[in-house]
């Protein structure tokens, strides 16, 4: 008998099933789940599920510390034992534990009993992977799946560089990886050599490193030591002043594909790189206009290397992203510039235009000179933006309407979807009908779902009522409930300018009310009452 069923997404990259033409992600959670699931029917019942095997050592706040100054690789798997979600985990970190036997360490914390040592380590919400190196706390950011776990602690555990002994184990790892970077130096009591290893450890997981300390090597090469040269496929790229600053610069720059096919792994590492994204979105059952626009980026992200990380997107799999961007999922190829980190702005090709490579190549190009204005996520304008005393913003008036005004502005944020943001919507439209004529307060509607939300104003939940001073844009939160009376009466009390303040009076404003309370009684909301 099933006794529970617990689904968790695809990964970001990986196709979405019941779509023509589409197969399973081999490696993606559904197939996770699926095969514990299998497993779960298997052995009858769902206890088994959530047993760690004796490999997978118990945590504490009197053991733990111990365990973490292990010198290899320590995993920490903080979970809570009764969750679905850590017991399908826990069976990948049984088999990586027996693989991975003699080379790395797993430790399991429960946070139903060991709730101040997952604060301790930052974790309030589980299942929560960790990853410790000599010590030392390194970011976990894969999938907690056997491959990814069993890759990650082989990494960590050899050495930062391969030694590259003489010209063939040199042209061995040529062949093997198509960027590779190799530091060429006298000796290994080279400062510079230590400072390269530095590097190595920290960089290891996205490139492959090798160092040689054969000046008759480097000399084959045509390189001086000491030297970091990067091979990406047939090309060179030397370092010849290999200090720690200057070999990062220089990794990050040349050591990094062209052109990435978007998956989780390859996302993230390419957001830790630092550099604007240049996503193109494509269609890739489109034979004609596809494989001119892979080539286009390739070439672009050749001349731009160091500048932007080209990106490649599936348009059809990834319409989160295109929604996020402002693009109409309707257009493809498509290409937008985002800045780095979680708030960077975004810049967007125009859709319109033709995705040739001299426009695309001035775009990146203007972009990179600060000539391009960040794009805004918009609802079209509307053609009369106020009715019935309500004004409607979208991303593209928020400046005219909002900050550029006379007047003390009441708004609501909303979305789409959202029962009781439509609530407070309705009461709303009520509130501006009365204040009609009021010149000192606009009142106006901010719907989120289509429409970035002004930076200025920060991130409010759907539902949000707020008051805008005209004088200096500070804020004032409302907290009652959304009604007729309470909005009118926070007006009342927060304007400026505010010339009428019996506009509405009590009787009004009760009576405008009752609707409401009436409506959220019949759908079963008794907070109001």
């Not at 095969?35 to 490999?55: Q, T, V, W």
């Not at 990948?92 to 360490?105: D, M, P, R, S």
């Not at 491959?147 to 082989?154: D, E, G, K």
Request: aromatic share 8%; net charge negative; hydrophobic share 45%.
């Amino acid at each position: 008998k099933l006794q529970f069923l617990y689904l968790i997404g695809c990964d970001p990259a990986a196709p979405q099933w019941g779509q023509p033409g589409r197969s399973p992600p081999a490696r993606s959670h559904t197939m996770l789940w699926l095969r514990a699931c299998a497993a779960l029917l298997a052995a009858g019942g769902a206890a088994g599920m959530f047993d760690y095997s004796a490999l997978v050592a118990r945590g504490t706040a009197a053991t733990l510390p111990g365990l973490l100054r292990s010198q290899g690789v320590v995993f920490v798997h903080f979970c809570v034992e009764e969750r679905a979600a850590c017991g399908l985990e826990a069976t990948q970190i049984n088999e990586a534990a027996a693989e991975l036997k003699g080379v790395a360490q797993f430790v399991h914390v429960n946070g139903a009993t060991d709730e101040a040592l997952c604060h301790e380590h930052g974790v309030r919400a589980f299942p929560v992977m960790k990853a410790f190196v000599a010590g030392e706390a390194r970011p976990y950011r894969l999938p907690t799946l056997k491959a990814q776990l069993v890759r990650y602690a082989t990494t960590w555990s050899a050495p930062p560089a391969a030694p590259a002994a003489d010209a063939a184990a040199l042209a061995g790892m040529k062949a093997d990886h198509p960027i590779l970077v190799v530091g060429y130096f006298a000796g290994e009591d080279d400062a510079l050599a230590h400072s390269y290893l530095e590097v190595a450890g920290k960089e290891r997981l996205g490139q492959r490193f090798a160092v040689a300390y054969d000046a008759g090597l480097a000399a084959e090469e045509g390189v001086a030591v000491p030297a970091v040269v990067v091979y990406h496929g047939d090309e060179k790229h030397v370092c010849a002043d290999p200090t720690a600053a200057h070999v990062a610069a220089h990794v990050r720059k040349h050591a990094y594909p062209y052109i990435s096919h978007l998956d989780a792994s390859v996302y993230r590492r390419l957001l830790d790189r630092g550099l604007p994204l240049g996503w193109l979105f494509v269609n890739h059952n489109n034979d004609v206009e596809t494989p001119n626009a892979l080539a286009v980026a390739e070439r672009l992200g050749r001349k731009y290397a160091g500048a932007v990380s080209m990106l490649v997107a599936e348009g059809r799999d990834q319409a989160g992203f295109q929604r996020q961007f402002g693009l109409s999922a309707y257009t493809l190829p498509a290409f937008v510039i985002k800045e780095g980190g979680p708030k960077g702005r975004h810049f967007l090709y125009d859709e319109m235009e033709d995705f040739r490579e001299d426009y695309i190549d001035h775009f990146i190009a203007s972009f990179l000179a600060g000539e391009v204005p960040p794009s805004i996520r918009s609802h079209p304008t509307p053609m009369e933006p106020t009715a019935g005393g309500l004004t409607t913003v979208v991303g593209g008036t928020f400046d005219e309407l909002v900050m550029d005004r006379g007047h003390d502005v009441v708004w609501l944020f909303h979305s789409v979807g959202h029962a009781r943001s439509q609530d407070a919507l309705r009461v709303l439209r009520d509130v501006a009908a009365a204040f009609v004529g009021e010149k000192g307060v606009r009142v106006a509607e901010f719907e989120t779902t289509g429409n970035a939300p002004p930076k200025h104003f920060g991130v409010h939940r759907p539902g949000t009522v707020l008051l805008a001073k005209k004088r200096n844009n500070d804020l004032v939160v409302y907290r009652g409930d959304v009604t007729v009376a309470g909005v009118a009466d926070f007006v009342r009390q927060h304007a400026l300018t505010f010339t009428r303040p019996d506009l509405v009076d009590e009787e009004e404003a009760d009576a405008a009310d009752e609707p409401h309370a009436a409506a959220k009684h019949a759908a079963g909301d008794d907070r109001e009452l």
